[in-house]
């Protein structure tokens, strides 16, 4: 990609050939380019937008508002790809401007906001155009996307990060947590969410609906059968997390330019460390409600719609090969056609792994099994992939347990909902504190939540005769 320097050496030979117009051609062109480089580290640019009060700065010369025009839509592009008319259209109604120049102007805003505690933007709920067109594909109206906006403003109370980055920071934390690869993952603007559940449900059917073999003339009722259903209430709670950042990355301008990497790599390792822990063994006070009790004897939690399926290990403080054969099959045969993934420690993983024929001299038992537990191989055991986490039990010591522990569990796609709210807020501190260490604290709190609605689609293992 040619550089503005290299534009310009290009015009200075149109120049000495004589060729005016080309030379007037690339001069433009290094404008472009210069505009491109400065995006990153501007700070004025959001002062042009018609936002929050419609009024637009006047530039000075209208070549050099479209120079930048084309700079930022090329940038908006290379980040997020072409956005749609309908939420180009959206996004002129809820900010006054393009989504471009918003985006942009937004960005630049919390660079300067994280480098400086300064900011203009700071209230204002940024949706992505990913957003926008997923609320209009669900019927939201432009009322209803303002209005979402204004509880967000309301209920968090620092630096509105931009969805766009708040997006990242989720999409990172599926590759690092265990539960957001097999639950659902829906986002709300409200404190709850109520899901219906079909009730009447049994190891054969998932609802009370039923078939009915009929003659021709079937006598009443012999084949009505009625859809039944049930609420259940998942409850939005607040996750925060803190990084600190020096300041003389903060002071040098390509580190500064790495802000964004750096904070969600840093955020994304923190939410993403506690969400599991309380999605797998969460109690429910002011966080998620875990599917474990707790990580030692607490066992599976409770709920009125049905029950988890306890495997016992079959003998009293140690695991068994023959609790591992039995325990996918206490789930229904409905949910395991969608697959299923065991969930345990690194050292009950390491455990199983020695399991052997019979004795120490045996083989052992699942390595030559379709290649199962070898190292090297994709960790699966019975067919199913295996998941690892450092929140269950583990061996106290050698393969010995503590009794009645719950170190195993086998989880089906789609039997945890977890529910996250839209907006994720920034408070920065540059105190007497943070200034003894040369650094700033950001304290990042976003709302997520998290319940079993399909209990029946989970297994786990107590270590018990």
Request: hydrophobic share 35%.
């Amino acid at each position: 990609m040619k550089t503005p320097r290299d534009y310009a050496q290009d015009a200075r030979d149109a120049l000495n050939r004589g060729d005016i117009a080309e030379a007037n051609r690339l001069v433009e062109l290094g404008k472009a380019a210069k505009a491109m480089m400065d995006l990153d580290t501007m700070t004025t640019i959001g002062q042009r937008l018609p936002y929050p009060d419609g009024t637009a700065a006047k530039t000075k010369q209208a070549s050099e508002r479209e120079i930048q025009d084309i700079a930022i839509k090329t940038w908006y592009q290379k980040r997020f790809g072409e956005s749609s008319a309908a939420s180009e259209q959206v996004a002129k109604e809820l900010y006054g401007d393009t989504l471009p120049r918003v985006s942009h102007a937004k960005h630049v805003d919390f660079v300067r906001f994280i480098k400086t505690g300064q900011h203009q933007y700071g209230k204002m709920l940024l949706f992505s155009a990913n957003q926008i067109e997923d609320m209009l594909a669900t019927g939201s109206s432009v009322g209803e996307m303002k209005a979402t906006q204004v509880e967000s403003q309301d209920t968090l109370g620092g630096y509105l990060v931009p969805e766009d980055i708040r997006e990242q920071i989720v999409e990172r934390l599926a590759g690092m947590t265990v539960m957001r690869r097999m639950g659902n993952v829906m986002t709300t603007t409200r404190d709850r969410v109520t899901i219906p559940v079909q009730t009447g449900g049994d190891d054969r059917f998932r609802g009370a609906t039923r078939a009915a073999w009929v003659d021709e003339t079937p006598t009443a009722g012999q084949s009505e059968t009625n859809a039944t259903f049930g609420n259940i209430t998942v409850n939005v709670h607040t996750l925060m997390a803190s990084t600190n950042i020096s300041k003389n990355i903060l002071e040098d301008s390509v580190g500064a330019l790495n802000i964004v990497t750096i904070l969600t790599r840093n955020f994304s390792e923190d939410f993403g460390f506690y969400e599991d822990e309380a999605f797998l063994i969460g109690n429910g006070v002011a966080k998620p409600l875990g599917i474990l009790k707790d990580a030692t004897t607490g066992g599976p939690n409770a709920y009125s719609y049905g029950s988890v399926s306890v495997q016992n290990s079959g003998n009293g403080t140690a695991l068994t090969a023959d609790a591992f054969r039995s325990m996918p099959y206490t789930v229904p045969v409905q949910y395991r056609q969608a697959g299923g993934f065991w969930v345990m420690s690194r050292g009950t993983l390491r455990t199983i792994k020695q399991f052997k024929e019979s004795g120490s001299a045996g083989a052992y038992l699942w390595a030559d099994r379709i290649q199962q537990l070898q190292n090297g191989q994709p960790p699966r055991l019975e067919g199913y992939e295996i998941m690892e986490t450092e929140v269950l039990a583990s061996p106290t010591s050698g393969t010995t347990y503590t009794a009645n522990v719950h170190p195993v569990m086998f989880v089906t796609p789609g039997a945890y909902q977890i529910v996250e709210r839209t907006g994720m807020d920034i408070v920065r501190y540059d105190d007497s504190t943070t200034g003894k260490t040369n650094s700033i604290a950001l304290v990042a709190r976003r709302r997520v939540g998290g319940q079993l609605i399909r209990p029946w689609g989970v297994a786990v293992m107590k270590v018990s005769a």
